[in-house]
């Protein structure tokens, strides 16, 4: 080839480097798009705190009973007994009328006191709330009708933090929210490239493939950074979730996590040339771990048979990983299983992506 | 600057799709510092050939050198050396003018200033600018602009006014007048005869992948051995043999093309005087006359019996 006078690279401040160019090209479009901020940002905490209160710790409900009301004025005497109790809401009703409420779960039990030695309780006893509002009915009645304690029994109530639903589901969202910042983060914005014939363009000139990949990966640490601090940030003041794990763990936990589904994002643009094509592709990725990897509920309440794949997925072990940090105040050394299962996923997703991404 | 090897040398150059051949033995020779331009309708194999040369398609056949070096070893180094702008690249929407060049320009080794390439492509105003707010032709000089960012010795542009208004070609065609006049090389793809004749030294015709016709669009106009074409329509009568017209005195050539005749003459004294005899021979009245100087669409057409734009 005919060369030009090869010189060197003309020397240049760091600001002027393809990767620091590049990485801030994807900062400015991120910050410049308000509803991906929103996604990202705002709305996992409006997700925790609309969750954190619907599900706090409330004093236990009380029991409503419904007494059927005899043909005479005076109310039963059962339902007199009964209302002294505070734990209780009694409300006298005909049969029919009770037996609806009942139905519709307006109230737990129906009492019906047809002879005075004898009271019919009529409940679902699959229902939890039923049952429990048999004992506690009949408990009262018995000690009413002269029944005596063989056995004293003491109370002591503890309200644990870390064994709360916000402590369960902070983790949960960060978890989550790594997820889909990672695969949405980098998979639109690389097919939204492609699309654009941005990529065939950026090709087109000397840039370094490897500083492109290079500078999404740096983005989104810088981006992980705001999504942890913010998230457990507002479960620490807000809720005062715990945070009993060393607080490095916890940042190497996140960057790992970030790194995986980031390569998750990458294998899943790397054929992808419609935004139709990636969101749905994304949507069949994430729906999944979304509900089986133990984000709103524990992934304990599927089948024993399904264990196994479950703590196979990346955001089960993500998740567990948090939450064993977080909550448990869990060492390296013990979530060591779960970071393996996310190394390997990142490992897999790379090497799978780099081999299938269409540049052109 | 350098010798006077071809800025790019294309020889029987082959590339199918499935089983769409669309570039068929295609050779193309572009001398430094000259403008070149494949001129073809849509579909004849133009963007395929542009985007092999500028290495971003793999051919199935022949050579492609550029500065006597090829896309399989020199790579990096060619692309150093090129500058491209591609048919429907869209630039990031959210990024500013300024913000978009600095990522260009981020990519070469020796880059010109953003100031510099901003004032070549007359976007000083709008530096500041985000592309989203830029009109269609100032989107098209900002890509102008990048591809010219690297300082390169080669410019790739593929349809580069297709979609501007008239004001827009014409900036644009300063543009590159201005890269032309400070050395540089270019390869155009158009299917504009108007832009053709206007920015090019050098014109490949190119039709089904194949090149019909080259030269400069001097020799390519005067080929067909006229420089005048007479088209009319005329009423009340059956259709007029072509035969007899292009007997006529004065006439090379005829054709009939959507009820309108269209000759060839080399002189319109001769010609237009026998037409209308003909016509009054024939009982015809003659509802259209226009006479214009050959263009290179006439070539198109003279070639492959159809017109370069199909719209």
């Known amino acids: 080839m005919i060369d030009r006078d090869q010189k060197p690279r003309t020397p240049r401040p760091f600001r002027d480097s393809q990767i620091s160019q590049l990485t801030l090209v994807r900062l400015r479009e991120f910050i410049r798009e308000p509803e991906a901020l929103f996604w990202v940002f705002i709305f996992p905490i409006l997700m925790a705190a609309g969750l954190g209160l619907a599900f706090r710790n409330r004093p236990a409900d009380k029991v409503k009973v419904a007494v059927v009301e005899h043909a005479g004025i005076l109310p039963p005497l059962v339902a007199t007994r009964l209302a002294a109790d505070s734990a209780l809401i009694v409300q006298v009703m005909p049969a029919d009328s009770a037996l609806e409420a009942l139905r519709i779960g307006k109230v737990a039990i129906v009492v019906i006191d047809t002879v005075m030695t004898e009271v019919t309780y009529r409940y679902d006893p699959a229902r939890e709330e039923s049952r429990t509002a048999r004992l506690v009915v009949d408990d009262i009645l018995q000690r009413a009708s002269g029944r005596a304690d063989a056995l004293t029994a003491r109370e002591s109530h503890v309200t644990e933090r870390g064994a709360r639903y916000i402590d369960f589901l902070i983790p949960g969202l960060l978890g989550m929210n790594l997820l889909g910042s990672g695969v949405w983060g980098l998979g639109f914005a690389l097919v939204d490239l492609r699309r654009k014939k941005l990529l065939k363009r950026l090709v087109a000139t000397p840039m370094s493939k490897a500083q492109f990949l290079a500078s999404f990966m740096l983005s989104r640490l810088v981006m992980l950074v705001l999504e942890v601090v913010i998230l457990v940030g507002f479960g620490v003041i807000a809720f005062h979730v715990p945070m009993r794990g060393p607080l490095w763990v916890l940042a190497f936990t996140a960057v790992l996590a970030a790194f995986c589904f980031s390569g998750l994002g990458l294998l899943i643009s790397s054929r992808v040339k419609t935004m139709e094509g990636a969101s749905g592709l994304m949507n069949a990725v994430m729906l999944p771990m979304w509900i089986l990897s133990g984000v709103f509920f524990s992934s304990a309440n599927f089948p024993v048979v399904m264990q196994p794949f479950i703590k196979a997925l990346p955001l089960t072990a993500v998740n567990d990983a948090l939450r064993a940090n977080m909550l448990q105040g869990a060492s390296l050394l013990v979530i060591l299983p779960q970071l393996t299962v996310i190394a390997l996923w990142t490992i897999g997703c790379f090497a799978l992506a780099l081999r299938l991404f269409r540049w052109k | ?311």
């Not at chain 2, 309708?41 to 092999?52: Q, S, V």
């Not at chain 2, 007048?177 to 015709?205: K, N, P, Q, W």
């Not at chain 2, 009319?232 to 292009?246: D, K, Q, R």
């Not at chain 2, 006359?289 to 003279?302: G, I, N, P």
Request: aromatic share 6%; charged share 25%.
């Open chain 2, 1 to 311: 600057m350098m010798s006077t090897a071809p800025a790019l040398s294309v020889r029987s150059l082959r590339k199918a799709y499935d089983d769409i051949i669309a570039v068929d033995g295609l050779d193309v020779e572009v001398r430094a510092r000259e403008c070149f331009g494949l001129l073809g309708p849509n579909g004849a194999g133009k963007t395929t050939t542009i985007e092999i040369c500028e290495g971003l398609l793999d051919h199935d056949g022949g050579t492609v050198e550029l500065f006597g070096g090829n896309w399989e070893h020199d790579a990096d180094a060619l692309r150093q050396r090129i500058g491209i702008s591609l048919q429907e690249t869209q630039l990031s929407e959210k990024l500013s003018v300024r913000e978009t060049l600095t990522l260009f320009r981020s990519f070469y080794d020796h880059p010109k200033s953003v100031v510099d390439v901003v004032a070549l492509v007359q976007l000083d105003e709008k530096l500041n600018a985000r592309v989203g707010a830029l009109s269609g032709g100032q989107k098209q000089r900002l890509a102008v602009a990048c591809a010219l960012i690297g300082d390169p010795e080669l410019l790739f542009l593929d349809e580069p006014t297709t979609g501007l208004d008239p004001q827009s070609r014409r900036q644009l065609w300063d543009v590159i007048d201005r890269f032309r006049a400070s050395g540089g090389s270019i390869v155009l793809t158009t299917h504009y005869m108007d832009e053709a004749e206007r920015l090019c030294d050098h014109i490949a015709i190119v039709d089904h992948g194949k090149v019909i016709a080259r030269g400069t669009p001097r020799e390519l106009i005067e080929s067909l051995g006229a420089e005048q074409v007479i088209e009319f329509a005329a009423a009340g009568h059956t259709p007029f043999s072509i035969e007899a017209l292009a007997k006529l005195d004065g006439v090379r050539a005829a054709r009939i093309d959507a009820g309108t005749y269209a000759l060839q003459a080399s002189e319109l004294h001769r010609a237009v005087p026998a037409v209308l005899a003909f016509l009054a021979a024939n009982n015809a009245a003659l509802t259209e006359l226009r006479t214009h100087s050959a263009t290179l669409e006439d070539v198109f057409v003279s070639l492959t019996g159809r017109h370069l734009r199909n719209d």
